[in-house]
């Protein structure tokens, strides 16, 4: 069973960023989800892509899990290559283009994925399963960090699933946005791989974030422990 904890940096306090990232890593933690966002395809502004360069070169082992939140996302590729960007998500309604801009995504040596809205039909996906990495299913609207997780998504989740095995495809599956405990226990019950943790699993945990990362782990991987 693949389990990859990848932290919501946007869930980090800038002023202790530093000693938080230090403590997921620390505790476990597989990846760094880190969000962009340009102001346009969400209202809101996230991380510089320089940041990226910086956790990069101090924690090379770990996984940047670049989720982007703008328009045009072919705009940004090189950049995110040239900063270490290991794997790069873009919304399927960001462009017209997504074949190509997957196709440019490996073409740069990165892995690629495509993000689901919620209000987006899970079989949106079909016509690029093949080629991705990993498919995101957003648990919330895009654009702010400590929203609820929605529901309803656990069906969505379950269609994905069922049309990655009927397909006979490959991806992953991320969840991202208010992912809390019972609801990542239920999304791994369904098969999702990828969990983009916030504020409900491993910050403001009153055990603190190190133990907080181990004990998500604990959680989904052998959830009669908890
Ligand atoms: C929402 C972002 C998420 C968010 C996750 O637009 O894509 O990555 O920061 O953090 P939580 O789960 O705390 O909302
Ligand atoms: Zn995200």
Redesign the pocket.
């Known amino acids: 069973m693949t389990v990859i904890n990848a932290p ?1 940096l ?2 980090c306090s800038y002023l202790d960023m530093e000693r938080q990232t230090a403590q997921l890593v620390e505790g476990g933690c597989d990846w760094f ?1 880190i ?1 962009i ?1 340009d102001g346009h395809y ?1 209202p809101n502004l996230c991380f510089p892509i320089k940041f990226i360069r910086e956790l990069k070169d101090r924690y090379p082992s770990v996984e940047t899990d670049v ?1 982007l ?1 703008v328009t045009n996302p072919m705009d940004y590729l090189e950049a995110l290559k040239e900063n270490g960007a290991d794997w790069v998500s873009f919304h399927l309604d960001a462009t017209s283009f997504s074949r190509r801009a997957i196709d440019q995504i490996h073409g740069l040596g990165m892995k690629a994925g495509v993000v689901l809205n919620p209000c987006q039909p899970v079989e949106t996906v079909e016509p690029v399963a093949e080629f991705v990495d990993y498919v995101v299913l ?1 648990t ?8 609820k ?1 929605m529901r309803d998504s656990l069906g969505r989740l379950s269609r994905l699933v069922k049309l990655r095995a009927a397909q006979k495809n490959r991806f992953l599956i991320s969840i ?4 809390d405990k019972p609801g990542a226990a239920e999304c791994a019950r369904l098969g999702a791989e990828i969990y ?5 699993t491993v ?1 403001n945990q009153p055990e603190g974030i190190v133990q907080a990362c181990r004990n998500f782990k604990k959680l989904i991987c052998d959830p009669e422990i908890q």
Not at 176 to 179: A, I, P
Request: proline share 3%; hydrophobic share 40%; net charge negative.
């Open positions: 919501s946007a869930n989800h969000d966002m969400v989720h939140m957003m919330v609207e895009p654009g702010y960090a400590g929203q997780f991202d946005g208010g992912v983009v943790t916030g504020i409900y910050f």
